[in-house]
């Protein structure tokens, strides 16, 4: 199971942390995905990082304003998002799946959460 938090109402320019705390499975040989969903739209995917080598990939939309990490003591992934845009208004879900390579793609993940809002609106 995947829970995600940390979502929530922010200003443009703000950040927000959201998490992923997996129960009942080991992360380390997970790669993960966070995908976003916004109203009317397709999910797309956001940001994936490798089981094997803790690589991470982001689509252009949030590169160089999104991080993710993982604490493997914890069981937990987090995505960092800084400099927050209007559009980046959506329900956030992480994703996991047992594959060394990180993807983009949400339908190479089986595993979801449940998803968090972020709403960034001024």
């Known amino acids: 199971q995947l829970v995600e938090s940390g979502g929530g109402l922010v200003q443009p320019g703000g950040s927000l942390r959201l998490s992923c705390v997996a129960s009942?499975?080991?992360?380390?040989?997970?790669?993960i995905g966070w995908c976003r969903q916004a109203p009317g739209k397709e999910r797309e995917g956001v940001g994936s990082?490798?089981?094997?080598?803790?690589?991470?990939m982001y689509a252009s939309s949030v590169k160089g304003r999104f991080t993710i990490s993982r604490d493997k003591a914890k069981n937990t992934v987090y995505l960092q998002m800084n400099s927050l845009e209007p559009e980046d208004t959506a329900v956030y879900y992480c994703?996991?799946?047992?594959?060394?390579?990180?993807?983009?793609?949400?339908?190479?993940?089986?595993?979801w959460g449940q998803g968090t809002q972020v709403t960034v609106s001024s």
């Open positions: 994703a996991a799946e047992r594959r060394a390579l990180a993807t983009m793609y949400a339908g190479d993940f089986s595993a």
């Open positions: 009942g499975f080991s992360l380390d040989y997970y790669s």
């Open positions: 990082l490798s089981s094997a080598d803790g690589s991470t």
